[in-house]
């Protein structure tokens, strides 16, 4: 399974596709083309890694019915959507609390943090309806599919043979939320997701979460529903303004996300 394949094997492939990839955009002078970069960020994140895992479940004699099935996930949507509702609650409040903190200790940070999603909100407002359907494609479905892959299955799986299941659950969470703007709830996300994992040893429940979470953003981008304002702020200065509808938001969501933690916790430390 997951915990055979080798970790160093996936990274040194992907350090040579990132270096590859990324010589050729900037030898065509395509750094700040916002369809190349698209590509390429799919190339490398997620079109490469579904091939790697291709050729080493092969490899290792896998089958995707084995860390997938459809069998009761019908009767779990229901679950499975206010599970993603909580989420995305708790990591909006909790963007906040950190977007708050590093106003504080570091603001240069945060004021970077804020202008990198303006920025994104931007290249989204003018990007064409086919960078958008390729933008939507890629974070809804493809990029679901292939972060769980990695981080929920492979990652998972492979440093707890190495180490044990709780430094494990940290490590994997930990790396999946440096790749988020949202740490925190990046890592309660990922740390969630892989409880859900371990108990079910069904990888489609992460992936349809995770899906959902992406796809319900994308459309709120892609509509320009009006947010209310406390989620609307841009400016390190208007941070403090929001403080208690953020963390309303965050005490209605953490006692929901506590009971999935907890329905979802490890009775016992599972082999691997």
């Given at each position: 399974?997951?915990?055979?394949?080798?970790?160093?094997?996936?990274?040194?492939?992907?350090?040579?596709?990132?270096?590859?990839?990324?010589?050729?955009?900037?030898?065509?002078?395509?750094?700040?083309?916002?369809?190349?970069?698209?590509?390429?960020?799919?190339?490398?994140?997620?079109?490469?890694?579904?091939?790697?895992?291709?050729?080493?479940?092969k490899k290792h004699d896998m089958h995707l019915?084995?860390?997938?099935?459809?069998?009761?996930?019908?009767?779990?949507?229901?679950?499975?959507?206010?599970?993603?509702?909580?989420?995305?609650?708790?990591?909006?409040?909790?963007?906040?609390?950190?977007?708050?903190?590093?106003?504080?200790?570091?603001?240069?940070?945060?004021?970077?943090?804020?202008?990198?999603?303006?920025?994104?909100?931007?290249?989204?407002?003018?990007?064409?309806?086919?960078?958008?359907?390729?933008?939507?494609?890629?974070?809804?479905?493809?990029?679901?599919?292939?972060?769980?892959?990695?981080?929920?299955?492979?990652?998972?799986?492979?440093?707890?043979?190495?180490?044990?299941?709780?430094?494990?659950?940290?490590?994997?969470?930990?790396?999946?939320?440096?790749?988020?703007?949202?740490?925190?709830?990046?890592?309660?996300?990922?740390?969630?997701?892989?409880?859900?994992?371990?108990?079910?040893?069904?990888?489609?429940?992460?992936?349809?979460?995770?899906?959902?979470?992406?796809?319900?953003?994308?459309?709120?981008?892609?509509?320009?529903?009006?947010?209310?304002?406390?989620?609307?702020?841009?400016?390190?200065?208007?941070?403090?303004s929001f403080m208690i509808p953020n963390l309303?938001?965050?005490?209605?969501?953490?006692?929901?996300?506590?009971?999935?933690?907890?329905?979802?916790?490890?009775?016992?430390?599972?082999?691997?």
């Amino acid at each position: 399974m997951f915990e055979e394949m080798k970790l160093r094997s996936f990274i040194i492939y992907l350090v040579i596709a990132f270096i590859i990839l990324g010589g050729t955009l900037s030898i065509l002078n395509l750094e700040s083309n916002m369809s190349a970069e698209m590509i390429a960020t799919l190339i490398i994140f997620v079109l490469f890694p579904l091939f790697w895992f291709n050729i080493q479940m092969k490899k290792h004699d896998m089958h995707l019915k084995d860390v997938i099935s459809w069998s009761g996930v019908t009767k779990k949507m229901p679950s499975l959507l206010l599970i993603t509702l909580t989420i995305m609650l708790f990591s909006l409040s909790f963007f906040w609390i950190q977007t708050y903190l590093f106003s504080i200790i570091a603001p240069e940070f945060a004021k970077k943090q804020l202008s990198f999603a303006v920025e994104i909100n931007k290249e989204y407002e003018s990007a064409t309806g086919l960078q958008i359907l390729g933008v939507i494609l890629s974070t809804s479905l493809v990029a679901p599919i292939a972060e769980e892959f990695i981080f929920r299955g492979f990652f998972l799986k492979r440093i707890a043979k190495k180490t044990n299941i709780i430094v494990s659950l940290i490590i994997t969470n930990v790396l999946f939320a440096i790749l988020h703007v949202d740490y925190i709830g990046a890592f309660m996300f990922g740390l969630l997701l892989s409880l859900i994992y371990l108990k079910t040893n069904n990888l489609l429940l992460p992936i349809l979460i995770h899906f959902f979470n992406n796809f319900s953003l994308s459309l709120l981008a892609l509509f320009k529903v009006p947010m209310p304002d406390f989620l609307n702020y841009t400016d390190i200065d208007q941070v403090a303004s929001f403080m208690i509808p953020n963390l309303i938001m965050g005490l209605i969501s953490l006692p929901f996300l506590v009971y999935y933690l907890y329905t979802y916790r490890l009775k016992k430390h599972p082999t691997v």
